[in-house]
């Protein structure tokens, strides 16, 4: 092996060390980690289960938010929100059919949702606006019309 | 006695025929009923790439009779696995053909039951994408359920490919035990890395399939585990990409400095490379499940390391592909730092394209990498970044190898010859496609850090600002695939034309020597028993932990949906 090509592969190797450090960092230590609920649910019964029977926003402190909702072909419910600028907003999502993505365009929030597994995802909305909620992952037909909106004022 | 000494004189006699006269004529027509079937895909695949292109771009209504995502499915299916496995199959054995002195008569046989059977089972997985009963995606992710005939079609195509795999380990085991002790050759070594990875990578989409899938689709047990048919799915459908990168690689190792006049890198660290991408390789496709449910963070965080060391391999290979190419324009009296660019044959289309291919491989590969840590990942998941992404990686690092391929292999199996015409059309060609590519992924990207979903048709979410935001980059994403779709045009008559008019004659199959002086490689990577364990070790240490945690802990499953 050439001295070139040892410096080449020991900056490849370090890069990649490197990018492992720092993902275990947020992940661990800041807790930016992706979003992984691990909690099940009875794929078929959504609507009987709490907190599946009452789909909606519910405020839960000063600034903060937690909203409950369903996936399903193809809408969210509930399919409009609103909160106040700076809110602090947990969303627990679950799907009543096939598998859905919840992505809300330009936020970093973005979240498979299975049928019979609860996900969980939090979010400050810190800048007012309407921001767009879409499901990411086809999920069939009227996939491109599966969206919905948070009112962020 | 006399016999064995008649077999034996055949084989000689055999040998030196093949040398003399290039590849054996039966060897030959399995090639190119190969290289005709992964062309005639590329042609309709093309075709349907630019109705979604033009679709989403917002000029073009689809028809209620084939809609965008019947379309999509299709376009996926033919480009990521008939296109690519064809291609893959045909060059490989079209390699061991001529480096390990012809097929044996039974590999032949072989390989022509698993094209009947890879052909049979793509036609039944095509009636029911046509009827838009399997509209769903090169993904199949259960819940959503299509025709069982769909399913049956994919069981037909795995096996296909298992028997071709088996096809390439007779050739080569029989190879090995007349020639003991020495190295198989090198894009031989290659070969075997591919199938072994073929066999591995399937071998989960089948366990989906057949014991999962099917079952459930014919209604005879009621619910599906979700999270365990999409983890099996990932470990095939990553690989699957993976290996025709790997092909592509086998060429810039093998051919590609043959082409520009060159000697091959060190025989030993490419070896090392090989062996490297296949142990390390189906771990990788869980990085696909970043954002799910029902996996815990440290094993997430270990399947960041699984995917991210699949880079280390590639890097090397940069290094590798540089260095011959300065090595070789420097003999060639290339002065100065960069004077030995100069030198390479860059007017040769059988250079420039998979040149081409390469560079597009740092982009391409610097995005997998962010896109394979946890936090990036989760920004542009399921956008059209991703979309970008594996235009990049499979659209242009290996498809464009595989056109550059094209250019010296389907005159070598055709017997004909690259006339310095149809070597001018195939820069055109290349150049072309180089243009729609970067337009099209490049807008990719970008629209996908806006947000834009990726397998989603035509829409403006009710005139929502977010979304108007994206068409600009929809209208480039258009122009993008109308000018890949001339290229294909062009790459697709050049097919025919070599195959079938080109005048006749004999070209080289082009393999590099080794560099004279080079310490003779170890036995050691012969042993491919040793690796192939050590692939099932990591693959245990990667899958056993989740999906048994996925089983045990599952919630109730889910019954079919068709939702489209």
């Keep these: 092996m050439h001295l070139d090509e040892k410096i080449w592969l020991t900056l490849s190797f370090g890069m990649i060390m490197i990018f492992m450090l720092i993902t275990g960092y947020q992940t661990f230590a800041l807790e930016m980690g992706p979003p992984s609920h691990q909690e099940t649910i009875d794929p078929e019964k959504v609507d009987q289960t709490a907190p599946f029977n009452e789909p909606g926003i519910k405020k839960i402190g000063e600034n903060e938010y937690e909203v409950v909702m369903t996936l399903q072909i193809f809408s969210f419910t509930p399919n409009t929100i609103e909160v106040p600028a700076g809110s602090k907003v947990h969303f627990i999502l679950t799907s009543k059919d096939v598998v859905h993505g919840f992505e809300v365009a330009n936020t970093n929030i973005n979240a498979m949702v299975m049928p019979g597994h609860i996900q969980k995802i939090t979010q400050t909305f810190d800048q007012p606006g309407e921001y767009l909620v879409l499901c990411n992952e086809y999920c069939g037909a009227g996939h491109q019309m599966m969206s919905m909106t948070i009112s962020v004022k | 006695m006399e016999t ?207 014991f999962m899938i099917i079952p459930w689709s014919l209604g005879w047990v009621d619910t599906i585990n979700v999270m365990v048919a999409r983890t099996l799915f990932w470990a095939f459908g990553h690989t699957a990409v993976n290996i025709w990168y790997l092909t592509a690689v086998s060429a810039w190792y093998v051919i590609v400095p043959k082409i520009i006049g060159g000697t091959r890198f060190n025989d030993y660290l490419t070896r090392v490379v090989v062996i490297a991408l296949v142990i390390m390789n189906i771990t990788g496709g869980f990085h696909h499940q970043i954002i799910d449910p029902g996996i815990s963070l440290p094993i997430k965080f270990m399947h960041v390391f699984m995917s991210l060391a699949i880079g280390f391999p590639s890097l090397m290979t940069a290094y590798a592909m540089f260095r011959v190419f300065e090595r070789t324009g420097r003999r060639k009296g290339g002065k100065g730092a960069l004077g030995w660019l100069k030198k390479l044959p860059w007017g040769d289309v059988r250079f420039l394209s998979p040149f081409i291919a390469m560079a ?55 017997k004909r010859v690259l006339t310095p015409q149809m070597n001018r059309i195939g820069v055109i060609q290349t150049i072309i496609w180089t243009m729609g590519m970067v337009i099209m992924a490049t807008s990719m990207h970008i629209v996908g850090l806006l947000g834009s979903p990726r397998r989603t048709s035509y829409t ?78 990591v693959v245990a240490m990667a899958y056993v932990l989740p999906l048994t945690d996925m089983i045990v802990n599952a919630p109730p499953g889910s019954p079919p949906f068709k939702t489209w």
């Design chain 2, 360 to 414: 597009a491989f740092a982009p391409a590969g610097a995005g997998g990498i962010v896109q394979s840590t946890n936090q990036l990942n989760q920004v542009v998941h399921n956008t059209m970044w991703i979309v970008g992404h594996f235009h990049l990686t499979l659209g242009m690092t290996v498809v464009m190898t595989f056109f550059g391929i094209s250019y010296w292999l389907v005159p070598f199996v055709s």
């Design chain 2, 460 to 537: 403006t979410y009710g005139e929502h600002v977010a979304a108007q935001a994206w068409d600009p980059y929809m209208i480039m994403i258009g122009i993008g695939a109308t000018f890949l779709l001339i290229a294909v045009i062009i790459q697709v008559y050049a097919i025919f034309n070599m195959m079938f008019f080109a005048p006749k004659g004999e070209t080289e199959f082009p393999i590099a020597e080794v560099e004279a002086g080079e310490f003779p490689t170890p036995y050691l990577t012969e042993r491919w028993g040793i690796w192939v364990i050590t692939m099932l070790i």
């Design chain 2, 4 to 210: 064995v000494i008649t077999s034996k004189e055949k084989v000689t006699v055999f040998n030196k025929a093949n040398q003399v006269l290039g590849i054996h004529l039966e060897d030959a027509r399995i090639t190119k009923s190969y290289l005709l079937v992964a062309f005639i895909a590329l042609l309709l695949g093309g075709f349907l790439g630019l109705l979604q292109g033009l679709n989403r771009a917002g000029v073009l209504e689809l028809p209620v009779w084939l809609n965008y995502y019947q379309i999509l499915t299709a376009h996926g299916l033919l480009l990521v696995v008939v296109l690519s496995a064809f291609f893959t199959i045909g060059y490989f054995y079209a390699g061991l053909s001529h480096t390990l002195g012809g097929l044996l008569p039974k590999v032949r046989k072989m390989a022509w039951i698993g094209f009947w059977m890879k052909m049979f089972g793509f036609v039944l997985v095509v009636i029911p994408i046509l009827m838009n009963e399997a509209s769903v995606m090169y993904t199949f992710y259960p819940p959503m359920a299509a025709h069982p005939m769909f399913y049956f079609g994919l069981v037909f195509i795995v096996l296909g490919v298992w028997i071709l795999a088996a096809g390439a380990f007779v050739n080569v085991s029989h190879w090995r035990k007349n020639h003991k002790g020495q190295h198989l050759p090198i894009l031989a070594f290659f070969a075997t890395g591919v199938f072994v990875l073929l066999v591995g990578a399937t071998a989960f989409v089948a366990v989906e399939v057949l």
